[in-house]
């Protein structure tokens, strides 16, 4: 149980120096230390606000510093730990923004250090009140789509750039045709003059309004409106205008104030694009971990959030990507979860649906697959269905294989490589 | 010269494949590169908006890959490359949080590399037109403090949490009456129950006035209100009307959006905070470079940016800080310069002014030091003008031992390890 007026983080630190002065100068960095006394101080008055070690765990001995830049004698033994930190919520209020100068701020910078990560953090009830939270979250989403008791089946459109607002609502025509639930633009397609964004909301709402008329299920079409606050809430009024459900923004490029003022705003679901996670997270003993980095940007109002994929074109291990989608899924705070619905993506086919759905436990997920879907050898219907069929057999615990005797997308999928 | 339709980026990577299919392998991840054909795209669409290959030179073979997660055989040469990449602009139009995304956007992850770091972007005029650049500049900074043709001394309040604001107030004063130019308050500080951000801009305001009707000239205090949006805009007016002059934000807390309405507010220079950085930058084969990442900041508005300072408690080596700070003074546009002013700090003493003068070869900087100036054994006065000496000295090519023959404060300075 956290203490309600302190907030936590666990991080992993290597040094060649005493792994416990270290933490302390971390802890001294990061509150109310200084290197030379300054006038003014007093013990009480640097205690009040003193970020406090919890725990300090030693780890294995490594043979070479992680990181380079550490200040270490030769003979040195280099030292992994895990440490817990925390501080008084009095220092900086319920803050998001000053929330990551103080855990995430100089500290990786220290010379004592070749090595420093961020693992996790707990954040006391008074951050809950100060910030929305996902509005819509697992239960706004499947209301929006119409989709229950399954995961959400989506695609991208590609390519990424090229498509101008008629062949971005020709795709999208051909894959509500194919049953799809879920549409998002690629990041890189915002509002370029070579795509308008008003221009391509109209004719790709024009496409999902009339399938919606017809089927009596919207599709749900994330349109991506990052850029500047005034463009993302003309952007959004516009899509929620012309009856959309979903707009979708890149939270390394909007940045913390960009969202949490965009999900002040928005009547609609956030979908929370993570690209330029690499160079937050690839080194292991640098920058973030998403069990931590996830927490700031739901609690700032993200209802979807990107974990990779499975087996996907990108460096993370199937772990790592399975541990980011179960804490997308963990309460936050007891009375106000602040769940949000992980997309799993890149390179996603039905292949990946048992191993996702048995490290998940859950169907509460969103999978968005380009190739997956589109180049199923019965075209993009059959596609959608082979995935559908994918998870019921994941679900139902019976292997592929098996479950493809009598479900022919399915079996037609697994045939083939690219779907 | 540039292309003035085009946006460039220039790379470092490393990767066990062919350097030439990985980097085609990224343009197309950028732009509108697909996995599979897809219904729709025709070669004519995606060459529009291809990301190009503008230069890829060959660097030295590494023994061992610098990031973890790379597809590679064994026996593979790992290579690493510079390479240069550009975009039209009319995939995004003149827009930073998309520039963001398609410059640094999901390549950092992609299993190909085993390491990517962006050394340098350049933007076309079309930029300039859309975002302010510092308002302030250096020339605004030497016209509020009155200080010219020398380095801005300033400090930090110390420690970083703790004061309140009457405490704040009173250290004000002590560094008032020594002389120096500029006072930031510490990147922790914002506005937590523990400092109130009114209470203390009005307190120290006080004094400042007080201070500068006595003495003609105003010091500059850098208040840090990193926040929500609404809270940044209502500090920033409480600190213009209370005849402040500055104003500070984290950018790495705030993020781009945050910054470009922070920047659309203001009438103050605004005192960009890098903290955080470490994790951006500190393993050399990923993330980003301050030479890349500086112009970004700039643009939007910051007037001053933090970039360590030479001998310093932190990892970065002497060549790398003085690179970025030469950057700062590096014009952007031929028209637009963007200039801002560079920001040394973190164990500044007089030591390292004549370095830092030869690297820079400019004496538009801010120099802040804490333990340098207040732990000077004659006061704070005394470190003050010890600072003023160490620069007029490095100036004049004149060795400090030499200089400090008939310039006490820096005599002593120079006797006292502290200072």
Redesign the interface.
């Known amino acids: 149980m956290i203490d309600p007026h302190r907030f936590e983080a666990d991080y992993l630190l290597e040094t060649a120096q005493d792994p416990r002065r270290t933490a302390e100068a971390i802890a001294g960095e990061?509150?109310?230390?200084?290197?030379?006394?300054?006038?003014?101080?007093t013990p009480e008055?640097?205690q009040?606000?003193?970020a406090r070690i919890d725990a300090l765990e030693l780890l294995a001995a490594v043979d070479r510093p992680s990181?380079?830049?550490?200040r270490a004698s030769a003979g040195d033994a280099i030292r992994q730990a895990r440490m817990t930190l925390s501080w008084?919520i009095?220092?900086?209020?319920p803050?998001?923004?000053?929330l990551?100068?103080?855990v995430?701020?100089?500290?990786?910078?220290?010379?004592q250090?070749s090595g420093?990560r961020i693992l996790d953090i707990r954040l006391p009830r008074a951050f809950a009140d100060a910030y929305s939270g996902p509005k819509f979250g697992v239960p706004g989403t499947r209301d929006l789509t119409g989709v229950h008791e399954r995961p959400l089946i989506g695609t991208i459109v590609?390519?990424?750039?090229?498509?101008g607002p008629a062949?971005t609502a020709?795709?999208t025509a051909?894959l509500c045709e194919a049953g799809i639930d879920f549409i998002k633009d690629d990041?890189?397609q915002?509002?370029?003059?070579?795509c308008p964004f008003d221009g391509r909301v109209r004719a790709v709402m024009d496409v999902i309004n009339r399938d919606a008329d017809r089927t009596g299920k919207k599709v749900m079409f994330a349109f991506n409106l990052?850029?500047?606050?005034d463009?993302?809430r003309r952007r959004h009024d516009v899509v929620l205008e012309c009856g959309g459900t979903c707009v979708m923004a890149?939270i390394?490029?909007?940045?913390?104030?960009?969202?949490?003022?965009l999900a002040r705003h928005t009547q609609l679901p956030i979908h929370a694009h993570r690209?330029?996670?690499?160079?937050?997270t690839?080194?292991?003993l640098?920058?973030?971990s998403y069990v931590a980095w996830q927490k700031l940007w739901r609690l700032a109002g993200a209802d979807h959030m990107h974990v990779?994929g499975l087996g996907s074109?990108?460096?993370?291990?199937d772990e790592s990507v399975v541990a980011s989608a179960r804490a997308c899924l963990t309460p936050m705070f007891d009375d106000k979860p602040c769940v949000c619905l992980p997309v799993f993506s890149s390179?996603q086919t039905v292949r990946q649906a048992p191993g996702t759905y048995a490290g998940l436990g859950s169907v509460d997920l969103l999978v968005t697959a380009?190739?997956g879907i589109?180049?199923h050898p019965d075209g993009?219907a059959a596609g959608v269905a082979a995935m559908r069929q994918a998870y019921e057999a994941a679900v139902a615990g019976v292997p592929l294989d098996q479950f493809a005797r009598d479900h022919k997308p399915l079996a037609r999928a697994l045939e083939n490589r690219?779907s």
């Open positions: 990061q509150s109310s230390g200084t290197f030379v006394p300054v006038p003014g101080e008055l640097k009040r606000a003193a990181l380079p830049g550490a008084p009095d220092n900086i209020g803050s998001l923004p000053n990551m100068a103080t995430a701020g100089n500290l990786f910078e220290l010379n250090l420093l590609k390519p990424s750039v090229g498509f062949e020709a795709l051909t990041e890189l915002s509002d370029g003059p070579g990052t850029g500047d606050l463009q993302m890149g390394n490029s909007v940045g913390m104030v960009g969202m949490i003022e690209n330029g996670w690499g160079y937050l690839r080194h292991p640098l920058g973030w990779n074109k990108f460096f993370e291990d390179g380009g190739g589109v180049a993009p690219a």
